[in-house]
């Protein structure tokens, strides 16, 4: 064959390929498009966000779920995010595919929260995130959760947020400092080993600004910083949140330096000695690139109040609003007190025989909701989900709020019902759709913790105090929408707590 025919065949095989090429990556990339998540058509640079309330996020999302199913794709500004919606989805994906969803999704603002993303629990991922994960549930039940000691722990606060209580005699007041106080202080009681008078400007303005920064981190301009980084940068509720955490950062750091000075290593009061033990084990060994070094410890103990305290303050909160609103479940709640454990402290061990109490406080975890969209996931891996390819990397919201609301779990899921969860009987029972801690390989560490904190502050409370609107407002006037940020706590309100007669303070 002559030099000139074997090229002119070249071209014409290279001229028929280059169709083909085109024809199959068409083909390939429309059944990629196809086989991923539907959702409403994205504009460019703005995504979806012209069909989203900022102010609600996870309402326009259980909207748009009612659309596109219970897998959906939005673009949160250029940012894609998969949707999972409806408790069997958001179980399933969790659960059954706890790997590949498990990873944690980092935006800019858990950047800023987290100092460095491979420190800590909440923004981590990797080895580290394991070993502090797993370092902090052990540690959270030696000096707190499942033994005795946390609940002396709550014990020994609960006197201290009554006292405050009490000094209103009665008049409205506004509860929220003071119950982020005291749920604040269970958790330093646990990290450091000792708690802080409430009047100690220190603590206070390290509560403070960390409750700040939930509000912050949840409102409009963080939002829009966490999608266009580069152009909201600059935004002062941004800058705010960035001081706020450095401050905490410092005196989280002064408190460790003061523990380490009088540290013993055979007698640790809290979760901070042990680390510095287990650190200093470790470089006795000389064992090299430890995760246990003091920027982790800083870290993942302020994940620990952050993550511990806003969300408990915030629910004990939507309990004592609600009781207000609807007196005749206050009542029932205070009878059942009053016939099984009378004027004496409650104990975690008397939960099984309060089930109507343990309905209510349950039914207010589910119908305040606390976290709505859980923390952001991110996929670990390419996964196919219920027929749909989701790419790795892929930013994932479990939506409990549609868990929550999901109609075909739950009998009223709008309305305050205690019954959801007691048989015709009147027994407790629980139920698969009620996640406020989530579940799977992210799920909440602190559940128990926290599960035992609602339970003996709301009936410590209940037995002393009956809740009430201020005088000239009405219950159904008690407003339940919740205000803006990372968590959905109860708008500003006061309520008054009057002192039950008959009922001794020990
Ligand atoms: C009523 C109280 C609480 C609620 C409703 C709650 C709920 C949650 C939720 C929904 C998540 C995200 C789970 C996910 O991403 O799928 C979470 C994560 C977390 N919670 Fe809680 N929580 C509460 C109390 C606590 C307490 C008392 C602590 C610690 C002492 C705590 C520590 C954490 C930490 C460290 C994470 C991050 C876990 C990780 O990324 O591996 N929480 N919580």
């Known amino acids: 064959m002559m030099l000139k025919d074997l090229f002119q065949s070249y071209v014409t095989v290279a001229l028929m390929l280059v169709p083909m090429c085109i024809l199959v990556s068409l083909f390939f990339r429309s059944r990629d498009k196809r086989r991923e998540p539907p959702g409403p058509q994205p504009l460019p640079l703005l995504g979806n966000l012209l069909q989203m309330d900022l102010k609600r996020l996870d309402r326009s999302l259980v909207d748009l779920s009612k659309k596109y199913g219970s897998v959906f794709t939005v673009y949160l500004g250029p940012q894609k995010v998969v949707v999972l919606a409806g408790y069997k989805t958001v179980k399933q994906a969790l659960v059954n595919y706890a790997v590949e969803f498990g990873e944690r999704y980092v935006s800019p603002t858990g950047h800023d929260l987290s100092g460095s993303l491979r420190n800590g629990v909440t923004f981590a991922n990797g080895e580290s995130w394991k070993e502090m994960r797993r370092f902090a549930l052990t540690n959270l039940r030696d000096f707190g959760m499942g033994k005795k000691a946390a609940e002396d722990k709550i014990i020994e606060e609960i006197p201290y947020l009554i006292e405050v209580f009490q000094r209103h005699e009665g008049q409205p007041f506004s509860s929220a400092q003071s119950m982020n106080y005291a749920v604040s202080n269970v958790i330093c009681s646990i990290v450091y080993g000792s708690?802080?008078?409430?009047?100690?400007?220190?603590?206070?303005?390290?509560?403070?600004?960390?409750?700040?920064?939930?509000?912050?981190?949840?409102?409009?301009?963080?939002?829009?910083?966490?999608?266009?980084?580069?152009?909201?940068?600059?935004?002062?509720?941004?800058?705010?949140?960035k001081r706020n955490v450095a401050e905490n950062?410092?005196?989280?750091?002064?408190?460790?330096?003061?523990?380490?000075?009088?540290?013993?290593?055979?007698?640790?009061?809290?979760?901070?000695?042990?680390?510095?033990?287990?650190?200093q084990k470790l470089e006795d060994l000389k064992i090299p690139d430890s995760n246990y070094n003091i920027e982790n410890l800083v870290t993942t103990a302020s994940n620990l109040f952050v993550a511990g305290s806003d969300t408990t303050g915030a629910t004990l909160r939507w309990a004592l609003l609600l009781m207000a609103k609807y007196p005749q479940i206050q009542d029932q709640v205070?009878?059942?007190?009053?016939?099984?454990?009378?004027?004496?402290?409650?104990?975690?061990?008397?939960?099984?025989?309060?089930?109507?109490?343990?309905?209510?406080?349950?039914?207010?975890?589910?119908?305040?909701?606390?976290?709505?969209?859980?923390?952001?996931?991110?996929?670990?891996?390419?996964?196919?989900?219920?027929?749909?390819?989701?790419?790795?990397?892929?930013t994932v919201f479990p939506l409990l709020t549609s868990v929550h609301h999901d109609e075909s779990e739950w009998e009223s899921p709008n309305s305050f019902n205690p019954s959801h969860f007691l048989d015709t009987e009147g027994k407790f029972i629980r139920r698969d759709a009620f996640m406020p801690f989530s579940a799977g390989r992210r799920a909440c560490p602190g559940e128990s913790l926290a599960r035992?904190?609602?339970?003996?502050?709301?009936?410590?409370?209940?037995?002393?105090?009956?809740?009430?609107?201020p005088p000239g407002v009405k219950e159904d006037d008690l407003d339940l929408t919740p205000s803006v940020g990372f968590n959905l706590t109860p708008s500003p309100h006061e309520l008054c707590a009057v002192s039950r007669e008959g009922i001794k303070n020990e």
Not at 212 to 234: C, D, H, T
Not at 341 to 356: F, I, K, M, T
């Open 195 to 241: 708690r802080f008078e409430y009047s100690d400007e220190e603590f206070r303005l390290m509560v403070d600004r960390a409750n700040e920064n939930f509000r912050l981190a949840g409102s409009p301009s963080v939002q829009l910083f966490k999608m266009y980084p580069l152009i909201f940068q600059w935004v002062s509720n941004r800058m705010r949140l």
């Open 452 to 469: 035992m904190e609602l339970f003996l502050f709301f009936t410590s409370l209940l037995q002393r105090f009956c809740f009430t609107p």
């Open 334 to 394: 205070q009878e059942e007190l009053s016939r099984v454990v009378g004027s004496r402290q409650v104990r975690v061990e008397d939960r099984r025989n309060l089930p109507y109490t343990d309905a209510v406080i349950h039914e207010t975890q589910r119908l305040a909701n606390v976290v709505p969209l859980a923390i952001p996931h991110k996929t670990s891996q390419d996964v196919t989900f219920q027929g749909f390819f989701i790419k790795e990397g892929t």
């Open 249 to 279: 950062r410092k005196q989280i750091k002064k408190l460790i330096g003061i523990l380490q000075e009088t540290l013993n290593v055979h007698m640790c009061r809290g979760f901070v000695d042990s680390f510095l033990a287990h650190k």
